[in-house]
């Protein structure tokens, strides 16, 4: 993995930079060597980017067919809302749009109508990450596996998309979803089991035969199969509901917790989820928005309940799983292992992730961790987008098809004469 690691790396100037502040900010034109300069700068308001005629890769085979504009602006405003307005004015060309609700019904002027906007959707052939609440397991509240699997189970996701999201999420299941690393719907191979013998009991049977997917609600937010299913698994644990309350069968205490949000859209689905499980199994929880600033410090110190974060995946996975899932990690401040899981079984699988020298080995090895995460329920998996939702002016065109990460900006083109 190191010589793409390596590669990602970018290489700048030492004469220019090695006596300067490198963290201390500044409207001086940075030094590249990409296919474009820096031209006009806006602070606030807009960059923009002009072809050099004289760059050095140019003719190389790897970019032909891109980098095709003479001239890039990026324009910035101040809220979505704006954005999308000025772009219903004709104020810029593309814009790819991240909101369901305005996906659904912010796209219908005239332009539209007339066909000097298209709307696109573009599909990804890479895993779709995990966004997801992650349970923190150093709190004992969230120790007991049984527990968390019946806090996934009242998570009503056809009710919040249909509600919420206009039905154009999908669930997600695995860490690894919409690629061969996954395991979602897949028995496990010799190779994997053999990975995965030494731990018995970190896979559960029906993720280890591929039978294993999140049960569907019936949308109505009342769903009294999910409800049954978790107030058993609850019991089991030794949580019953006692006058209306979630309590612990040996002390009384109540069952609660609270979940950290910085954004209104983690807000949004929170508060749903909270009046969920008041109303199905007599649990209150509190929903707290903080500012980014103490967001970031409250997750980096892992001082919280409950927490969303979205984990990137990619079809090469490899160092950067020791930073989320490993045991070390669950121990080290600012890593990414917020559920602080410590499962010898994750460590192992990440280890014969990286010494994986064929691919067979690798997929076996990736589906294998993706296993082990699915079943230890140390998330409750959220959702993603099915596709790249794109609108652009007409006159700016595309190959047909794309990449496996999507459209790629730097292989259009415009249709303008002279342009």
């Not at 700068?41 to 067919?65: E, M, Q, Y």
């Not at 912010?106 to 007339?114: E, K, L, Q």
């Not at 719907?185 to 993720?207: I, T």
């Not at 009384?252 to 199994?281: D, N």
């Amino acid at each position: 993995e190191l010589p793409l690691i390596l590669a990602l790396m970018p290489i700048l100037p030492k004469h220019i930079y090695e006596a300067r502040d490198f963290e201390a900010s500044s409207l001086e034109t940075p030094i590249g060597s990409g296919p474009y300069t820096v031209g006009e700068v806006k602070p606030g308001k807009s960059i923009t980017f002009k072809r050099d005629l004289k760059w050095w890769g140019a003719d190389l085979p790897i970019n032909r067919g891109r980098y095709n504009f003479d001239e890039l602006v990026y324009e910035y405003y101040r809220d979505s809302g704006t954005r999308n307005v000025a772009f219903t004015k004709g104020l810029f060309d593309f814009q790819q749009e991240w909101d369901p609700t305005a996906w659904s019904t912010g796209y219908d002027f005239p332009a539209v109508r007339d066909g000097r906007v298209v709307l696109e959707t573009f599909e990804r052939k890479t895993p779709t990450g995990l966004l997801a609440l992650a349970f923190n397991t150093r709190r004992d509240i969230f120790a007991d596996k049984r527990v968390r699997e019946a806090l996934i189970g009242l998570f009503d996701f056809e009710w919040a998309n249909t509600n919420l999201y206009h039905g154009l999420y999908r669930r997600t299941e695995s860490y690894f979803q919409g690629s061969d690393l996954s395991a979602l719907g897949v028995p496990a191979s010799a190779g994997e089991r053999g990975l995965l013998a030494p731990f018995p009991n970190s896979v559960d049977a029906d993720v280890m035969d591929g039978t294993y997917r999140l049960a569907k609600t019936d949308g109505s937010g009342r769903d009294r199969a999910a409800r049954r299913k978790a107030i058993a698994l609850f019991a089991e644990a030794g949580w019953k509901i006692r006058d209306g309350v979630m309590s612990n069968v040996a002390t009384g205490k109540p069952f609660t917790f609270e979940i950290l949000v910085a954004q209104k859209r983690q807000e949004r689905y929170a508060l749903t989820y909270a009046k969920t499980l008041k109303t199905l199994a007599g649990i209150a929880i509190t929903v707290r928005q903080v500012d980014s600033a103490q967001y970031q410090e409250r997750r980096q110190k892992y001082d919280y309940d409950m927490v969303e974060h979205f984990w990137y995946a990619s079809l090469s996975p490899g160092n950067e799983q020791n930073f989320y899932w490993s045991v070390s990690a669950a121990d080290t401040d600012g890593t990414r292992n917020y559920p602080g899981i410590r499962d010898p079984a994750t460590d192992a699988m990440i280890k014969a992730l990286l010494s994986a020298r064929t691919r067979a080995d690798f997929v076996d090895a990736a589906r294998a961790l993706d296993r082990v995460l699915i079943s230890g329920r140390y998330f409750i998996p959220l959702f993603h987008w099915p596709a790249q939702w794109v609108a652009r002016r007409s006159t700016v065109s595309h190959p047909q098809v794309q990449s496996l990460d999507g459209y790629k900006l730097d292989t259009w083109w415009s249709t303008e004469a002279g342009n």
